[in-house]
């Protein structure tokens, strides 16, 4: 299990400690803490959400933070620390737990944790108190709220594409596969097959903008728990058959059968499935049904800049 940053608080200082007044490098810790707590392989790459970082690096990282602001460690240069006599002095008692409610004896880090541009916010103090119910970093509590929040977007937007008309169904799905760069931009680069019936839309968009390949679509508006079958993997190969196309894309509000994904990864024609939740997630993505209501810039400091 990867322990919460306020838990790699105390072994981190321990291992600064350990140093006897020689500057350690942050990679050379996070390397120790992981062969402390045992973690697996598994454990030391599992990534955040972003894909961009290990979680027990960023928990890591946040307890150098939070230990730095305390005045319990110094910065000496990029990514190398020593330890400060506050720290030394912390480590003295070894029953005591090293965590923000310990940090917050400190005028410095209480500094740190408060809010002073707005007072009809939350302060970030409070925000850390939550936090250490949930033993998340802040990175970590705003993806995971972003996730929540698209989460249940998606859902939101799934459910209205079920109950939208078979034409409004049809245009929006030409609208999507165009935003995600098929058809390029002639007219007529997507449209429809013959007539929409039954919950269903059947059509063909170029591949590319000269229109030298194109894609034949098959979408299905079901209802959940209506799931797609293997026969109907298998009528929309044979049409595809007919057509002499090689591609096709099979796209539904609801769902395939473990029997219809084995179909269509068996047949000779390369058949693309796209469920409700993957159309919703695609929809989100290129603002067809959304639209992005307030950007957020996640920003960290150029170490590079200060080292000039």
């Given at each position: 299990?990867?322990?919460?940053?306020?838990?790699?608080?105390?072994?981190?200082?321990?291992?600064?400690?350990?140093?006897?007044?020689?500057?350690?490098?942050?990679?050379?810790?996070?390397?120790?803490?992981?062969?402390?707590?045992?973690?697996?392989?598994?454990?030391?790459?599992?990534?955040?959400?972003?894909?961009?970082?290990?979680?027990?690096?960023?928990?890591?990282?946040?307890?150098?933070?939070?230990?730095?602001?305390?005045?319990?460690?110094?910065?000496?240069?990029?990514?190398?620390?020593?330890?400060?006599?506050?720290?030394?002095?912390?480590?003295?008692?070894?029953?005591?737990?090293?965590?923000?409610?310990?940090?917050?004896?400190?005028?410095?880090?209480?500094?740190?944790?408060?809010?002073?541009?707005?007072?009809?916010?939350?302060?970030?103090?409070?925000?850390?108190?939550?936090?250490?119910?949930?033993?998340?970093?802040?990175?970590?509590?705003?993806?995971?709220?972003?996730?929540?929040?698209?989460?249940?977007?998606?859902?939101?937007?799934?459910?209205?594409?079920?109950?939208?008309?078979?034409a409004?169904?049809?245009?929006?799905?030409?609208?999507?596969l165009v935003?995600?760069?098929?058809?390029?931009?002639?007219?007529?680069?997507?449209?429809?097959?013959?007539?929409?019936?039954d919950?269903?839309?059947?059509g063909?968009?170029?591949?590319?903008?000269?229109?030298?390949?194109?894609?034949?679509?098959?979408?299905?508006?079901?209802?959940?728990?209506?799931?797609?079958?293997?026969?109907?993997?298998?009528?929309?190969?044979?049409?595809?058959?007919?057509?002499?196309?090689?591609?096709?894309?099979?796209?539904?509000?609801?769902?395939?059968?473990?029997?219809?994904?084995?179909?269509?990864?068996?047949?000779?024609?390369r058949?693309?499935?796209i469920?409700?939740?993957?159309?919703?997630?695609?929809?989100l993505?290129?603002?067809?049904?959304?639209?992005?209501?307030?950007?957020?810039?996640?920003?960290?400091?150029?170490?590079?800049?200060?080292?000039?």
């Amino acid at each position: 299990m990867i322990p919460s940053y306020q838990d790699c608080m105390r072994p981190f200082l321990e291992v600064a400690h350990q140093a006897n007044g020689t500057e350690v490098k942050l990679r050379d810790v996070v390397n120790q803490l992981a062969d402390k707590f045992g973690l697996t392989e598994a454990e030391r790459q599992q990534a955040l959400p972003s894909g961009k970082q290990p979680i027990f690096d960023n928990r890591v990282g946040w307890a150098k933070t939070y230990l730095t602001k305390a005045g319990l460690l110094e910065s000496t240069r990029r990514a190398h620390f020593l330890i400060t006599a506050r720290g030394i002095t912390a480590l003295q008692d070894t029953s005591t737990k090293i965590d923000n409610d310990y940090l917050k004896q400190f005028d410095e880090f209480i500094s740190f944790t408060q809010k002073t541009n707005d007072a009809n916010t939350q302060s970030i103090a409070e925000q850390i108190d939550t936090e250490s119910e949930k033993d998340i970093t802040p990175d970590e509590a705003l993806r995971a709220a972003y996730k929540k929040i698209n989460d249940a977007l998606a859902q939101d937007i799934l459910d209205r594409t079920r109950k939208v008309t078979p034409a409004f169904f049809e245009d929006l799905l030409i609208e999507l596969l165009v935003a995600m760069g098929y058809g390029g931009t002639g007219e007529g680069a997507a449209h429809a097959l013959g007539k929409t019936g039954d919950n269903g839309v059947d059509g063909v968009i170029d591949q590319d903008p000269l229109g030298v390949d194109q894609i034949y679509i098959q979408a299905k508006r079901y209802a959940q728990g209506n799931n797609v079958s293997a026969g109907d993997i298998r009528d929309f190969f044979g049409a595809l058959n007919l057509k002499k196309a090689h591609k096709g894309i099979f796209i539904t509000t609801s769902d395939f059968t473990s029997s219809a994904i084995e179909t269509a990864q068996n047949l000779g024609t390369r058949i693309v499935l796209i469920n409700g939740t993957e159309l919703a997630k695609l929809m989100l993505r290129y603002n067809i049904g959304s639209r992005d209501e307030q950007v957020l810039h996640l920003k960290k400091i150029d170490e590079e800049f200060f080292e000039q």
